[in-house]
């Protein structure tokens, strides 16, 4: 029934006051996802990055940064074009991506940095 729907799982906002806490000090890799308001690309992107937030959590953080409002983690970051995913380990870049990414090869990417952060490696 309508009224017992689920809400639907929302990736964490990362700006500029949590950033430390939540990217520089993370246990797990980062991918941190700049988006903007009136760009189709985000908008495209939006349901895919809050489903890999919610499918991965726990075991990589999938962030979001409204690029407009975050303008020192735009310009440190580089962000030249939204939508731009930027994955992050330990204060470091490891990737960047720009534009659409298909949801399976975005699980694919997310998958191989599991991958190099597993206990065997």
């Not at 991506?97 to 191989?112: C, H, M, R, S, T």
Request: charged share 25%; net charge neutral; hydrophobic share 35%.
């Amino acid at each position: 029934m309508f009224w017992k729907k689920k809400d639907k799982y929302r990736a964490p906002e990362i700006h500029e006051g949590n950033f430390k806490s939540e990217v520089m000090d993370a246990s797990t890799p980062v991918v941190l996802d700049f988006w903007g308001e009136r760009c189709s690309p985000c908008s495209v992107m939006s349901s895919i990055v809050d489903e890999l937030a919610e499918e991965y959590q726990g075991r990589i953080l999938v962030g979001k940064v409204q690029a407009a409002l975050n303008p020192r983690l735009s310009q440190v970051f580089q962000i030249k074009s939204i939508p731009t995913f930027v994955i992050i380990k330990d204060g470091k870049v490891l990737e960047r991506y720009q534009g659409i990414v298909p949801k399976p090869n975005f699980q694919e990417i997310l998958d191989a940095h599991l991958d190099t952060t597993s206990p065997s490696s």
